[in-house]
């Protein structure tokens, strides 16, 4: 397709919804991103150059969300609810400038790919006036049949219209459409209200263009990505079929999913070639992971990045700002956020480490734990390279512990640390000879009194 200009509008105002959410529906998420924002990403990717969203009144969360996702997006509010094609015209404006296509999606339908968008677009760059993308399906119930004769769209038949031949009819409408840039606007002003709800219909684009003898085409895509959501059913349903689409990807790009089904990604879940991911994984937003490492059973990610080789969980969580050099292991029941491993650094169990420096080939004991919240503020602990710190130490921020530093277990360090260094934070212990077995008769006369 050679280059030409598109203008994209996205349909995010008058969605009938069954959510019962005080959220705009298109704002509900499909792993971890609002359903408009994968839209906005498909259409960035097929190389839309503008994209306007069509909202509704009193709707300031999503176009702040648009604001920040696609910051030179045109929102444009639908004060009244009269119909697909008052939705568009409600963009008129932006339509007023000339594009080459113009493209009709909604923002309830996030599975859309960036190739089915350039499919649209390159049945126009072929010479369609109007393009309709439609799918197959065993079950066409409720749906609007795409009628076609000899290559062409003649036209688009509802449910409650069709005859009974056409209801046997698979081929069906997913409302995502494409317009010539030059009938665009014309043919949109042309659809009427004539029906009994009063309402102008983008469906009827279809009759008036070939009134006109336009060329109007459909064009095939497959009814999981054109799929709309209306109820937490759909969207739940939505979710895991856009989970099986990332987990094939992970796959077919050389990562190693030992139980694909029980792994959950975020949108933006970066793996490279020949991780191995274990079971019951979860992955929220944010997160790289390099190649060669291996994300152990029951451990949750998000906002972190994993360096090559390194050895995550079981058990683990990586909090935002986690960054682990290469070889590094965290283990069972450890917590890292705001904080950088070192290559070849370990905290292998039951330890917290937060607003943290770990320095390469550093050891964390055994249910160490950095304090780094006073109640106000945070601090940061920061430990040299080829540091051990004992079990059951408990680390004051803000301190620095220098290369070399040996830490006793048990131990509680509120200053620095020079390099080379032995440090032991605790006090001495005491042992009195018999007198466990004196306290045991006391403790056991007192419970004896009180019953």
């Known amino acids: 397709m050679t280059a030409r200009s598109c203008l994209s509008i996205i349909l995010a105002a008058g969605l009938g919804t069954r959510m019962k959410s005080d959220l705009p529906k298109v704002m509900h998420e499909i792993a971890g991103l609002p359903m408009v924002?994968?839209?906005?990403?498909?259409?960035?990717?097929?190389?839309?150059?503008?994209?306007?969203?069509?909202?509704?009144?009193?709707?300031?969360?999503?176009?702040?969300?648009?604001?920040?996702?696609?910051?030179?997006?045109?929102?444009?509010?639908?004060?009244?609810?009269?119909?697909?094609?008052?939705?568009?015209?409600?963009?008129?404006?932006?339509?007023?400038?000339?594009?080459?296509?113009?493209?009709?999606?909604?923002?309830?339908?996030?599975?859309?790919?960036?190739?089915?968008?350039?499919?649209?677009?390159?049945?126009?760059?072929?010479?369609?006036?109007?393009?309709?993308?439609?799918?197959?399906?065993?079950?066409?119930?409720?749906?609007?049949?795409?009628?076609?004769?000899?290559?062409?769209?003649?036209?688009?038949?509802e449910e409650k219209d069709a005859t009974e031949e056409e209801r046997r009819i698979t081929f069906c409408n997913s409302g995502i459409m494409g317009f010539s840039g030059s009938q665009a606007l014309s043919l949109l002003e042309a659809i009427g209200n004539d029906n009994a709800k009063g309402e102008y219909y983008l469906t009827d684009a279809v009759?008036?263009?070939?009134?006109?003898?336009?060329?109007?085409?459909?064009?095939?895509?497959?009814?999981?990505?054109?799929?709309?959501?209306?109820?937490?059913?759909?969207?739940?349903?939505?979710?895991?079929?856009?989970?099986?689409?990332?987990?094939?990807?992970?796959?077919?790009?050389?990562?190693?999913?030992?139980?694909?089904?029980?792994?959950?990604?975020?949108?933006?879940?970066?793996?490279?070639?020949?991780?191995?991911?274990?079971?019951?994984?979860?992955?929220?937003?944010?997160?790289?992971?390099?190649?060669?490492?291996?994300?152990?059973?029951?451990?949750?990610?998000?906002?972190?990045?994993?360096?090559?080789?390194?050895?995550?969980?079981p058990y683990a969580r990586l909090r935002p700002g986690a960054v682990l050099g290469a070889d590094t292991r965290v283990g069972n029941f450890v917590e890292v956020k705001n904080a950088t491993f070192g290559a070849g650094a370990k905290a292998n169990h039951l330890s917290y480490i937060g607003d943290a420096s770990i320095g390469a080939k550093s050891n964390i004991g055994a249910g160490t734990i950095t304090c780094n919240y006073d109640g106000f503020l945070k601090h940061k602990t920061e430990i040299g390279e080829g540091s051990f710190v004992g079990s059951n130490s408990t680390l004051v921020a803000p301190v620095n512990l220098g290369d070399g530093v040996f830490v006793a277990a048990?131990?509680?360090?509120?200053?620095?640390?020079?390099?080379?260094?032995?440090?032991?934070?605790?006090?001495?212990?005491?042992?009195?000879?018999?007198?466990?077995?004196?306290?045991?008769?006391?403790?056991k006369a007192e419970k004896d009194g009180k019953s």
Request: net charge negative; aromatic share 4%; proline share 3%.
């Open 37 to 157: 924002g994968h839209v906005l990403n498909a259409l960035k990717t097929a190389g839309s150059e503008r994209i306007c969203v069509v909202i509704g009144p009193e709707t300031s969360a999503l176009e702040d969300f648009i604001s920040k996702q696609a910051p030179d997006a045109r929102c444009h509010v639908q004060h009244e609810r009269l119909g697909t094609a008052h939705a568009v015209l409600a963009a008129k404006p932006s339509l007023e400038v000339d594009a080459d296509d113009v493209l009709v999606l909604f923002g309830d339908t996030p599975l859309v790919t960036p190739e089915t968008v350039a499919k649209v677009r390159q049945a126009l760059a072929d010479g369609a006036d109007l393009a309709v993308l439609g799918f197959e399906t065993g079950n066409p119930f409720g749906y609007g049949r795409l009628l076609t004769e000899n290559g062409c769209l003649v036209a688009i038949r």
């Open 207 to 313: 009759e008036i263009a070939n009134g006109r003898g336009l060329n109007v085409v459909s064009v095939i895509g497959s009814q999981t990505e054109t799929q709309g959501i209306n109820t937490r059913a759909q969207l739940a349903s939505c979710e895991a079929d856009f989970q099986d689409r990332m987990r094939r990807a992970a796959m077919d790009n050389g990562c190693t999913l030992l139980a694909p089904q029980t792994v959950f990604f975020s949108h933006d879940t970066h793996l490279e070639a020949d991780v191995i991911v274990e079971q019951n994984v979860v992955f929220g937003a944010g997160v790289k992971v390099a190649s060669g490492a291996r994300i152990r059973a029951f451990s949750h990610l998000e906002g972190a990045v994993v360096g090559s080789g390194s050895i995550v969980g």
């Open 410 to 443: 048990g131990s509680v360090i509120t200053d620095d640390v020079a390099q080379d260094a032995l440090a032991f934070g605790r006090s001495r212990q005491v042992v009195r000879e018999g007198k466990a077995k004196d306290l045991r008769k006391r403790l």
